[in-house]
Structures are given as structure tokens and as C-alpha cells.
């Protein structure tokens, strides 16, 4: 897949129609600060389509990607930042929710953790209920460029232990280097190709 346009669509606090709607949706979910916005950005080489912070939570709304007129990205807010209040981090949850409850055109989820640490009991909530609700998905393991190659494989297992996926199922990723962008990209391609599941 080469991508030749993307655009910001809309954010939204509450899933519902927007501009476009009716194509094909990926999801990226993850932990605040896990890259999600970066990795957007990465894959579709545009430095400020997404809006990144080094702030965790910035990602506060559902922000929808309009992806060469094909499909979608939904970037959903970051779920476990501690300094967020309880209030606020319920809100974020409830949009959460609300989209994978409302969208009938979720294809394919890109779970999102860090591969320098242990996936978190967070990340692991997001596994099970993304195995539960049966949303097919792909553990994406970011800031591959904070890891030696050498140590890649070690990391990827210690995810692989804590979430129950193949080693072949983990795509490293960096959105400093361009790791994983192909991976991810012929992913998307793969997705579109299967149609509705």
C-alpha cells in the first residue's frame, strides 16, 4: 500500500456520523503515551496530521483520518494516566466503549504498548477485552528505537508471555526510524482486502 492522502476528519467526544462515514475503520488503541499519534503520523508521512504531545492524555477525543478515500484511522483517547482524575479518565473510558459499541465498521484494532516494558495490567484489560468482544487485532510494540536490535526479541517474548500472541504476531514499530511502517502498511492492505469479517 502507498498512501497519497490523508487528512484530519473530525474529533469526537461521542461516536456518531461524521464526514465520510461508511468506510472501512482501523482503531488505535493504547496506553497514554504509547505513540499513537506518532505512529499516525509515521505511517502516513505527515509530521502534524495527529497532534503529538509529550504529555500524556493528550489525546482526549476520537479523532478520525480519512486515509487516500479508502478508509479511516480512529485514533481513541489513551486509557491508564494516572494523573488524569478519576472523573476524567471515566470519560475517556465511556468514549472508549461507546465506539467499540457503535461502530459497525471497526475491521481491525492496532493494540498499542511499548516494547521497553512489560505490557501493564491496562494494556492487558485491553487484551482480553478485545479477545472477548471478538475485534480482530494486531499488538504493535512501539519505541523499537529505544531497543537494541539484539534486544528486540527478548522484549517481543515478554510480550508475547503477557498477552497471550505469537512472536510473529508483534510488529516492533518506531515512528523515528520507519520500523515496522511496511509491516504495517501491507497489515492495512491485508484488512481492506479481507472485507468485513
Not at 24 to 46: L, Q, T
Not at 87 to 96: L, V, Y
Not at 184 to 196: D, H, K, M, N, T
Amino acid at each position: 500500500m502507498d498512501i497519497k492522502n490523508a487528512r484530519f476528519v473530525q474529533s469526537l467526544q461521542v461516536y456518531g456520523p461524521y464526514e465520510g462515514v461508511g468506510l472501512p475503520e482501523i482503531a488505535f488503541a493504547g496506553r497514554s503515551n504509547v505513540g499513537k499519534s506518532s505512529m499516525i503520523n509515521s505511517v502516513v508521512r505527515r509530521k502534524m496530521l495527529a497532534k503529538v504531545s509529550g504529555t500524556p492524555g493528550k489525546t482526549r477525543l476520537l479523532n478520525i483520518f480519512r486515509i487516500d478515500d479508502a478508509f479511516h484511522l480512529v485514533d481513541l483517547p489513551g486509557f491508564g494516566f494516572a494523573r488524569a482524575s478519576k472523573s476524567e479518565q471515566a470519560r475517556w473510558s465511556r468514549m472508549t466503549e461507546g465506539y467499540f459499541a457503535s461502530s459497525g465498521l471497526l475491521r481491525h484494532v492496532l493494540h498499542l504498548v511499548d516494547l521497553r516494558h512489560d505490557p501493564t495490567g491496562d494494556d492487558q484489560a485491553m487484551n482480553g477485552f478485545l479477545r472477548q468482544a471478538g475485534f480482530p487485532f494486531t499488538v504493535i510494540a512501539t519505541k523499537a528505537d529505544k531497543v537494541s536490535k539484539p534486544q528486540r526479541q527478548r522484549h517481543v517474548h515478554a510480550i508475547c508471555r503477557c498477552l497471550t500472541v505469537q512472536p510473529w504476531e508483534v510488529i516492533p514499530f518506531s515512528a523515528e526510524d520507519g520500523t515496522g511502517r511496511e509491516a504495517v502498511l501491507s497489515l492495512f492492505s491485508q484488512i481492506l482486502e479481507a472485507g468485513p469479517g
